[in-house]
């Protein structure tokens, strides 16, 4: 059976784009072995997880599902929980931490649920969108340091214009396209309820159930107020 463990360790290795076989031989395991590993066939002993860990530079909190964040740091259920509320007192770095492991572990768990129906057009699609919107917001703030303009291909009027907001909608109907395409030909989609989250994505799916509240009740305001 599955465990966080295993999972980690066989996405960290389609992360770096190495073959078992490659990641077996740095490792110094057999590639049966390292198969057994990633399947949670078999369990390691410590000092396989410590090759892991200097292997893909990544803490074993974090290999053991006990942080989200990969040095080691910890993110505690209180804290995600305060991270999102309004007006709430963190400030500087610290706010910044948080709100982006909660950003991270979101888009763990999307393109966990993605990686299971398999479809590449829904995952490339979803990354395109997420991508456009983490390119305006950089942008955006490069330009506020006082960045050349000319770091980016793209032109600053066209940028002003919406180019990147026009991306990511584009994006956004090409995944929605592909999700359509997979349920008329009735693929096997993953079961979404909170039980089953919480055992395949333990500790992030609280991060994406946050996310998705938050940003709900946003909407929900600005709808209500008119600013649809």
């Known amino acids: 059976m599955a465990t966080e463990f295993s999972r980690t360790l066989s996405l960290l290795r389609k992360e ?9 031989a740095d490792l110094g395991v057999s590639q049966a072995l390292l198969s057994h590993y990633e399947n949670g066939i078999r369990e390691p002993g410590l000092a ?5 860990c200097d292997y893909y530079h990544v803490s074993a909190d974090y290999m053991l599902g006990r942080t989200l964040a990969r040095d080691g740091s910890m ?5 995600i929980l305060n991270a999102a509320e309004p007006g709430n ?11 982006g492991k909660l950003i991270t572990s979101a888009s763990g768990v999307l393109f966990g649920l993605l990686g299971k129906l398999g479809d590449k057009d829904a995952i490339n699609a979803a990354a395109d969108s997420l991508g456009c919107h983490i390119y305006l917001l950089y942008r955006l703030l490069h330009r506020a340091a006082g960045g050349s303009t000319a770091y980016f291909a ?5 940028c002003a214009a919406g180019a990147a907001s026009a991306g990511a909608s584009l994006a956004r109907t090409d995944y929605a396209r592909a999700l359509a395409k997979l349920s008329r030909e009735k693929a096997a989609f993953p079961d979404m309820s909170h039980e089953t989250l919480n055992s395949a994505f333990p500790g992030r799916s609280q991060g994406m159930i946050q996310v998705l509240s938050t940003a709900d009740g946003q909407l929900n305001r600005l709808n209500q107020s008119g600013l649809k």
């Open 16 to 24: 770096r784009g190495v073959s078992q076989r490659v990641a077996a």
């Open 75 to 79: 993110l505690t259920a209180e804290e």
């Open 48 to 52: 396989f997880v410590s090759k892991v």
């Open 89 to 99: 007192v963190l400030q500087g770095s610290v706010l910044a931490t948080l709100r």
């Open 154 to 158: 793209l032109p600053e009027e066209d």
